[in-house]
């Protein structure tokens, strides 16, 4: 299972930060499919980013099963 809960994703800026995700949240069971639609611009590369762990949320958790993948190991 996959959970996401209140995801937020900023990058800092000169004047203030750009806010790219907020309160994101889903759940996505075992062999489910779920598609990211939406505008250029509107985060969905973004959010793909870091459900693979290829950046970190600012705030908010993702959960694969039990686990959070940015407190794992390299080798976990």
Do not use: C, D, Y
């Given at each position: 299972m996959l959970r996401v809960t209140d995801l937020k994703k900023e990058y800092p800026?000169?004047?203030d930060p750009?806010?790219?995700l907020?309160?994101?949240s889903l759940e996505l069971?075992?062999?489910e499919s779920l598609a990211i639609m939406g505008?250029?611009?509107s985060g969905k590369s973004t959010l793909l980013h870091i459900l693979g762990t290829l950046?970190?949320?600012t705030t908010g958790q993702v959960r694969l099963g039990e686990?959070?993948?940015f407190?794992?190991?390299d080798r976990e």
């Open positions: 800026t000169r004047r750009l806010v790219v907020s309160g994101v069971a075992t062999g505008p250029s611009g950046e970190r949320p686990n959070n993948p407190a794992l190991t």
